[in-house]
């Protein structure tokens, strides 16, 4: 009956393949989430988690679209207000606690965009491996 936010997110990773690749078992890599906002304006919080329990620390942050510098420090999420038809983009940092098996099906980060009311109006993921070698 009412209009609400409906966000779109693309992740890109940094080997352009979907696959965020640690190395070793402690090491840190990110990667970039970009969004549009196809449906009207609401304060969104943009959150990382796993898709299954993994060894891996995770936080977030908006960044400035042309230069990638993160607009806040990087938390377990963020808060903004979207506007419709705006582009907001984000920074995910990821560091390994242990051993991530290669299983791209099973072993993904999942980005959630969710609204005021706890409400996930947009997703993206990509999947995570520590090499140990």
């Known amino acids: 009956a009412a209009p609400v936010p409906d966000i779109v ?18 090491g840190s890599n990110a990667f970039a989430v ?7 304006t609401a304060n ?5 988690r796993t898709s299954v329990a993994l060894n891996v620390a995770l936080s977030i942050c908006e960044t400035n679209a042309t230069t990638g510098v993160c607009l806040a420090a990087p ?8 506007s419709a038809g705006a582009t907001p983009t984000y920074s995910v940092f990821v560091t390994g606690t ?10 993904r ?3 959630e965009f969710k609204d005021a009311g706890d409400v ?3 997703a993206t993921s990509v999947a995570v491996t520590a090499d140990t070698n």
Do not use: H, M, Q
Not at 10 to 24: F, K
Not at 34 to 40: E, H, K, P, R, Y
Not at 44 to 48: L, M
Not at 75 to 82: L, P
């Open 98 to 107: 242990g051993t991530v098996p290669f299983d791209p099906a099973n072993n």
């Open 75 to 82: 938390a377990a999420s963020a808060t903004s207000s979207v």
């Open 109 to 111: 980060i999942v980005v």
């Open 44 to 48: 969104i919080t943009a959150a990382p």
């Open 9 to 26: 997110a693309l992740a890109a990773t940094p080997t352009g393949d979907g696959i965020v690749n640690l190395p070793g078992t402690t």
């Open 34 to 40: 970009s969004t549009v906002n196809v449906g009207s």
């Open 120 to 122: 996930v109006r947009g």
